[in-house]
């Protein structure tokens, strides 16, 4: 029902440490690497988002009217739907942040094989 909400509050607060993190390698005149990788956790979690979005919205969950939410009519829904939010949103959190540090650390194995390399 919104699941997808609660990718979009992690991103959110990703965001927001990422801005901090490139705030602190301007002061310190470091390369910006971790505001990238940060940056493309934002764009995994908000991409996925977005499509989950799509697909409520195919399925009638969203609608253009108030309450926007189709189970925020019922109170019964309502604990339905944050109990989703809760679950499968924050299973999708981790799956994500999962295989976002999965690729980092692939990537800096990979770049760092290639420095010893040259």
């Known amino acids: 029902m ?3 909400v609660a990718c979009v509050a992690q991103a959110l ?12 390698e301007k002061v310190n ?6 505001s990238k990788k940060l940056s493309l956790l934002v764009k995994m979690l908000l ?3 977005f499509l989950l979005m799509i697909e409520h919205i195919f399925h009638g969950e ?3 009217f108030y309450p926007f939410l189709t189970a925020m009519n019922d ?3 309502t ?7 809760l679950t499968v949103g924050g299973s999708m959190d981790v799956a994500i942040t999962a295989v976002w540090a999965l690729y980092c650390y692939v990537s800096a194995a990979v770049s760092g094989k290639k420095e010893v390399k040259a």
Do not use: N, Q, T, W
Request: with cysteine.
């Open 47 to 49: 991409s996925g988002s």
């Open 13 to 24: 607060i990703c965001h927001g440490i990422k801005k901090s993190v490139e705030h602190h």
């Open 2 to 4: 919104a699941c997808f």
């Open 75 to 77: 109170p019964e829904d």
């Open 29 to 34: 005149s470091k390369a910006p690497v971790l």
């Open 79 to 85: 604990r339905e739907m944050l109990y989703e939010i």
């Open 62 to 64: 969203i609608v253009p």
